[in-house]
């Protein structure tokens, strides 16, 4: 917060905001609503990314709660610091116990991921939480159904049940006052909008995370035993009636020179993770036109394949397509895995 702003090699001073000035001087709400802010682009440069770690750590510090619950996520996914289950839940607890609502309804949902959480208006102080906390077992929170197959070339695999209708109903109420325009990747290796793709959908940046969407990876990690830290991030699509993604296939292909610098930077999209938050609609199947499949999941189940073959080439057999709903409005999880990490920051 030094300050300066650049604009290509002219460097420009201009006065730091009053949100900026506010968390400066050490107030809590700002440090959490500017670290949030910060790390909101996915595109946060290195000094960003740590200026809004040290916002939040400070945050919570000083016993505000929601810092401390971006500070439990930060645990789950081993963010600026080694990634622990039990730190995270430990902060979760201490954050519910400082008043933050946000994570009070997060502990509770782990604790019980079938139920949609309800927070009492006398909840009975730091007891509660404390037993509340105590309920949470990971292994329950991880467990998945067996996998089935659905199709052996390409190898499409379904999981029937893979998370709760509650779980379902949190995914869309986090996402639904996010959508925007879904995107594609061009074949000059931009994100850009495309009359192929008329849904909306929004991505979980590591600012519009919480614990329970960790949870819900790591689920998904233990069941296509693929680590999280490959994975991109998590997107929750919408489509009304009318609405589709038309054929394509979602690995990167090697032979455009515009996707090879994402190819080598980023590394290969190998594998499609799809969870079907709703059914209230009718039509929008999942369509694999090359192999004469059409899927669709009731709410909770999954859907996923490899984009690639044994030798890391884009597998034509998996071109596919979002089916438009003729009526009501389908929601899913789309979850992109990569072959590497993304570059440090």
């Known amino acids: 917060m030094d300050g300066v702003r650049r604009l290509g090699h002219i460097v420009l001073m201009e006065a730091p905001s009053d949100l900026q000035l506010r968390a400066e001087a050490g107030d809590p709400v700002a440090q959490v609503t500017l670290a949030r802010t910060l790390l909101g682009s996915g595109e946060s440069r290195q000094d960003q990314f740590f200026e809004a770690i040290a916002l939040v750590d400070s945050a919570s510090a000083s016993g505000h709660g929601d810092a401390t619950a971006l500070s439990a996520l930060f645990a789950a996914m081993g963010v600026a610091r080694p990634q622990s289950w039990p730190l995270a839940f430990d902060l979760l607890q201490l954050a519910a116990e400082q008043g933050s609502r946000s994570a009070q309804q997060q502990l509770m949902f782990l604790a019980n991921p079938d139920l949609d959480p309800q927070v009492p208006v006398a909840t009975g102080g730091a007891r509660v939480w404390a037993e509340t906390r105590a309920a949470i077992s990971l292994d329950r929170l991880l467990h998945h159904p067996e996998r089935r197959a659905l199709c052996s070339a390409p190898r499409i695999r379904i999981i029937e049940g893979f998370a709760s209708a509650a779980e379902c109903r949190w995914l869309i109420d986090r996402a639904r006052t996010m959508l925007k325009a879904a995107l594609i990747f061009d074949v000059h290796g931009r994100h850009v909008a495309d009359p192929g793709r008329s849904n909306k959908g929004t991505d979980f940046q590591l600012g519009d995370m919480d614990v329970v969407i960790e949870i819900i990876r790591a689920r998904i990690a233990a069941a296509t035993r693929i680590p999280v830290p490959v994975f991109e991030p998590t997107q929750v699509l919408h489509y009304t009636a009318g609405q589709e993604f038309k054929r394509h296939i979602d690995a990167l292909e090697p032979t455009n020179p515009h996707h090879r610098e994402q190819l080598r930077t980023h590394g290969q999209r190998i594998a499609t993770f799809l969870i079907y938050l709703n059914q209230a609609f009718e039509g929008g199947e999942t369509e694999f036109s090359a192999v004469g499949l059409r899927y669709r999941g ?22 596919h397509a979002g089916l438009p709903p003729t009526s009501g409005e389908k929601w899913l999880l789309s979850q992109w895995i990569r072959d590497r990490p993304p570059p440090s920051r």
């Open 298 to 319: 009731n709410t909770g189940d999954a859907l996923f394949w490899p984009n690639v073959d044994g030798e890391g080439t884009p597998d034509p057999l998996t071109l």
